[in-house]
């Protein structure tokens, strides 16, 4: 069983900057695609960026140009940089990590307010 924690949320004002992290346990995460995810009150959970094994990334429009996602395979870590924050982006931000298609592994999230 994998097992995702994440950290670094927080509240933040508009304009500021915060780094999420997730760390994963087991051997093979470099072999995972992983993702943040995020989830507003009252809304559904939406894609917020991925990361391939191979370190290829995909952004939400909304994000584009303000947030980053890496990885540090050696920590068995994502992260995902996130700049230019707005109060639109408050949420709780989870973690997703894909050994396979098939499957999906989630973290227990992490709350982002953004608010002056």
């Known amino acids: 069983q994998v097992q995702l924690v994440e950290s670094g949320g927080g509240l933040v004002q508009p304009g500021g900057s915060l780094r999420l992290s997730c760390a994963a346990s087991?051997?093979?995460?470099?072999?995972?695609?992983m993702g943040w995810y995020r989830q507003a009150p009252g809304k559904q959970r939406e894609l917020v960026a991925t990361?391939?094994?191979?370190?290829?990334?995909n952004y939400a429009s909304s994000v584009k140009g303000r947030f980053t996602i890496s990885r540090d395979n050696a920590k068995n870590t994502v992260y995902l940089q996130m700049n230019s924050l707005k109060p639109e982006d408050t949420a709780v931000y989870y973690c997703?990590?894909?050994?396979?298609?098939?499957?999906?592994?989630w973290g227990q999230g992490t709350q982002v307010t953004v608010s002056s």
């Open positions: 087991g051997s093979i995460f470099a072999a995972y695609a």
């Open positions: 997703n990590g894909k050994p396979a298609s098939w499957i999906s592994y």
């Open positions: 990361i391939s094994s191979g370190g290829s990334t």
